[in-house]
């Protein structure tokens, strides 16, 4: 079960991160704040949703390195950095690694929710299209060894005669093969079992 969409938000700064904290929580969010980057690290699990609100610069471990740490773990949580000025060549640094967005400081209030509102509704539609595709994956590796081959024969196209021809059976038995490949799939066209399983391959690269 998906974690409740939570705002991770990171910041040495107390004052700062304090007042951010109201501030959304102010307008319905969950907020879980941390003042090193070490202790988020220390709490992480694949399972957090929502999005973070992370400091560039801390002492100890930056925010760069945290989202090294991160993104060695796999995390697809969004990362919004904040940065000051002279930290623009960072955070954009940061973006080719993985995060979604940056703000300036000073920054405007309304300009932060913007993002991270962005941020989150983008986590809920990742998380819920890797549901799918770990659905998908579930659903393949259910398939017999035969039923794999006549289903990758399907998807190329090719005519019930020809694949108990390729594969040395009766054309009886791929009929029985394709409609078990159908029902176990959950799909009543080809069109859609071509789909799914290129969802599924697209996961793995």
Known sequence: MTAEATVYLVEDDDA????????????????????????????????????MVLDIRMPGMNGM???????????????????????VPMAVDAMQRGAVDFVQKPYREEELLGKIQQAITADIEN????????????KLADLTPRETQVMELMIEGKANKVIAYDLDISQRTVEIHRARVMEK????????????????EESNS
């Open 16 to 51: 700062v991160r304090d007042s951010l904290q109201m501030v959304l929580e102010s307008v319905g969010h969950k907020v879980a704040s941390y003042s090193r980057a070490d202790a988020f690290l220390e709490d992480y699990s694949v399972d957090m949703a929502g999005c």
């Open 185 to 200: 799939m959950g799909v009543r066209s080809l069109a859609h079992l071509v789909r799914m399983v290129m969802a599924a």
């Open 127 to 138: 998380r819920a299209d890797l549901e799918e595709k770990h659905k998908i994956r579930a």
């Open 65 to 87: 390195e945290l989202q090294r740490q991160l993104n060695a773990r796999n995390s697809i949580l969004p990362i919004i950095f904040v940065t000051g000025h002279g930290d």
